[in-house]
């Protein structure tokens, strides 16, 4: 599997995502590399950054059915 963005254009906001992430859950990332992280930081970036997605979603599938 490459690690290509589906959309290159949404490559700012994704980074802009990552930063908040990592914020949200207290890990200090770079711009750049950042291979220093432990699997455990790494892990909970990409956990906090799939729990916002999970709850986007089901915010707005709870909003288009209060609308529809």
């Known amino acids: 599997m490459s690690n290509k963005n589906v959309v290159p254009e949404a490559k700012e906001?994704?980074?802009k995502f990552k930063m908040q992430a990592?914020?949200?859950?207290?890990?200090n990332l770079k711009n750049g590399y950042?291979?220093?992280?432990?699997?455990?930081?790494?892990?909970?970036?990409?956990g906090q950054m799939v729990k916002k997605m999970v709850e986007s979603y089901e915010n707005s599938i709870k909003n288009n059915n209060a609308n529809g």
């Open 34 to 46: 950042n291979g220093d992280l432990t699997s455990k930081q790494a892990g909970s970036v990409g």
């Open 13 to 15: 906001a994704l980074n």
């Open 22 to 27: 990592a914020s949200e859950v207290g890990v």
